[in-house]
């Protein structure tokens, strides 16, 4: 079983920086790769980046590419999501997750999932 928690997430302004985290519990095994996630209103769950949890390998959609930045300092059980030069089209809530089978860009390949945290960018 995992369990995962987010937090950090506030409004902010466009331009600003903004770290979010994600607390995980479990073994290292199931937790195998912690990726995030972001839903706008009314939109799809959208695939941020992922990292996996042993190190080694990180993953970004192309309209993060170059402002965030996925890390897992070393013995720490958390994922960090360290966003930068915000924009308002970031604005969504803001989810982890873990243990993927498939496609790591691919919500439904992931088997938990935190409750979110809220990120709003104003213009």
């Known amino acids: 079983q995992v369990q995962l928690a987010e937090s950090g997430g506030r409004l902010v302004q466009a331009g600003d920086s903004l770290r979010v985290s994600c607390s995980a519990t479990g073994r290292d095994s199931d937790i195998g790769g912690v990726g995030w996630f972001r839903q706008a209103p009314e939109k799809e769950r959208q695939f941020v980046a992922v990292i996996r949890w042993g190190g080694g390998f990180t993953y970004y959609a192309d309209s993060v590419k170059g402002r965030f930045t996925i890390i897992r300092p070393n013995a720490e059980n958390a994922v960090y999501l360290q966003m930068n030069s915000l924009k308002p089209e970031d604005t969504a809530v803001y989810y982890c997750?873990?243990?993927?089978?498939?496609?790591?860009?691919?919500?439904?390949?992931?088997?938990?999932w935190g409750q979110g945290t809220q990120v709003t960018v104003s213009s």
């Open positions: 997750a873990a243990d993927p089978e498939g496609s790591w860009s691919d919500p439904s390949s992931y088997k938990y």
